[in-house]
């Protein structure tokens, strides 16, 4: 039977209490989007569906609840934890949808530091982890630059990744159990094993889901030892991303782990490092941290290959540490650039992919070009390689646009859609992802077909499977 908004809210109210339902209508409107429209918060301009509540989940039990009398209903639910997300995925995209929020389940269960591995509710912040683990001298080895405002169940919902991944891996490689409330109620809990070969590896059904299968309320993730000491930073010029890409790749398949691997292009380069490099330069750079003698090891290693690229030039390794230590966006950081866009209308958008070390180049250049051909009132675009494996790297182009003839609310369509389809386009045409590390979202669905090609099935069934009424965050991965 279709609930009105009283009586979902009226149903959330007997189920969770009033206290912990939220229906004041500025939050509400901004509940309906997330960063890919952020552009709606700042002009309070809203064009989506409102929700009818935002609930605040305190238990693994009250999710259970909620959920159950979701599915029961047929009531559209949209999990959320830090609200950092970029891609549209905290979207309401259905009227009266239930905005479930994991942020007061904020409790760190455990840290482990014989076993080391910490286990923590979906809404504790990673800063509030990290700071605790360095409290026992240990790292989560996780640093996005949202580390100060997003949470852990949102981080493990999007497949995320931190700065240092090249030594430490993404979320995935730090995961080892969840806890996870389906769409029915029914609550799942991966157990947590250094290792397992029991079939398949259902972890990865909770990682990434995006809050369209499931609402994850608990994870364990590795810890590591935390030795900023040994900390060493290497940086260079030089004159065209090829250059880079082919040093970078060298390296990556040399062996080495540098926790930090980037080349930036002379549009972003020029963005961060003006103050010492020369118009046109790109930057490539290196951090290795760890042990002692593995940090030696992976300065020494690096410069050798490096040495073997004429073309770089060696530049003062402050440099690199100073831009290093002011690389996370905490709130002051959040509201500046929101204050810049209201008084600019010039907006920074950023889209991540990833490819194997023979395409990555091809789709750099082709989705540039494009960009700059096709999309007016550009102030600025670039890119950079963050994340690097030994069979290949990302790109995350950086791109700035002013506001031309058009509402705030006009931004998606007019310029940041027709740019992630040009990236997507020449992504997919190369064989790379077209997602890297945001997520699907909302914004990248119309490519998710042919992302996944032959196997667009697997996700379909699972979506079937595990959410039968279509109640989990309606349009997110898969088309509403
Ligand atoms: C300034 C800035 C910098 C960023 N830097 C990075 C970066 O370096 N690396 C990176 O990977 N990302 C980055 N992001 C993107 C974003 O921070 C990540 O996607 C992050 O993982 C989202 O976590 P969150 O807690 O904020 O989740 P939310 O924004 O609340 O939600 C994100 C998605 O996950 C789902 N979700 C949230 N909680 C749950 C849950 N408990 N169970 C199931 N689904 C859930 C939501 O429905 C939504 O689809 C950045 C974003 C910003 C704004």
């Known amino acids: 039977m279709h609930l009105s908004r009283a009586e979902i809210v009226a149903g959330l109210q007997s189920i969770v209490g009033a206290q912990d339902v939220v229906t004041d209508e500025a939050v509400l409107r901004e509940s309906s989007v997330d960063n890919f429209r952020k552009l709606e918060n700042i002009f309070d301009v809203h064009t989506l569906p409102v929700p009818a509540a935002v609930v605040m989940a305190r238990s693994t039990q009250m999710v259970a609840e909620v959920m159950a009398f979701a599915g029961a209903h ?45 286990t923590c509710q979906c809404g504790v912040p990673l800063q509030a982890l990290e700071d605790a683990a360095r409290e026992q001298g240990l790292t989560t080895g996780h640093s996005p630059q949202s580390k100060p405002v997003a949470h852990m169940g949102g981080l493990v919902a999007t ?45 990865h059904i909770v990682i990434g889901n995006e809050g369209a299968l499931c609402f994850i309320t608990e994870v364990t993730v590795k810890l590591f030892p935390y030795l900023p000491q040994n900390n060493r930073f290497l940086g260079y010029t030089h004159r065209s991303m090829t250059e880079g890409f082919a040093a970078l790749r060298e390296v990556m398949v040399g062996g080495f782990k540098p926790s930090v691997a980037r080349i930036y292009d002379p549009g972003d380069a020029d963005l961060h490092f003006s103050h010492f490099i020369e118009p046109g330069d790109c930057v490539l750079l290196f951090m290795a941290e760890g042990p002692a003698g593995i940090v030696q090891a992976t300065v020494e290693g690096i410069e050798a290959i490096v040495a073997g690229h004429p073309e770089c030039h060696q530049v003062d390794s402050r440099y690199i540490e100073t831009w290093f230590n002011d690389l996370c966006w905490g709130p002051d950081k959040i509201a500046a650039e929101d204050e810049r866009i209201r008084q600019t209308h010039n907006v920074n958008r950023t889209t991540e992919i990833s490819a194997n070390w023979s395409a990555i180049n091809d789709i750099y250049e082709a989705a540039i070009a494009r960009i700059g051909n096709e999309i007016p009132d550009l102030t600025r675009l670039g890119g950079h390689s963050s994340h690097s494996y030994i069979n290949g790297t990302n790109m995350y182009f950086n791109y700035f646009y002013n506001l031309v003839d058009c509402g705030p609310e006009d931004e998606p369509t007019r310029y940041y859609l027709p740019i992630i389809a040009i990236i997507c386009e020449e992504t997919l045409r190369f064989g790379g992802s077209i997602v ?4 699907i979202g909302k914004a990248r669905v119309p490519w998710v077909k042919d992302e996944y090609g032959s ?26």
């Open 74 to 118: 047929g009531v559209n639910v949209v999990p959320r934890t830090g609200h950092t997300a970029t891609e549209g995925g905290l979207e309401t995209i259905v009227p009266d949808s239930i905005v479930l929020d994991g942020s007061p389940m904020n409790r760190i269960v455990s840290l482990d530091a014989y076993n080391m591995q910490a």
């Open 455 to 480: 196997s667009y099935f697997m996700l379909e069934e699972l979506k079937r499977a595990f959410d039968p009424h279509g109640v989990m965050n309606k349009g997110t991965i898969l088309p509403a």
């Open 436 to 439: 890297h590390h945001h997520g």
């Open 159 to 203: 497949r995320s990744i931190g700065q240092f991944s090249t030594l430490y891996g993404g979320i995935e490689d730090m995961v080892v159990g969840v806890e996870a409330v389906f769409a029915d109620g029914r609550v799942a809990r991966i157990k947590n094993v250094p290792r397992r070969a029991a079939g398949p590896d259902i972890r």
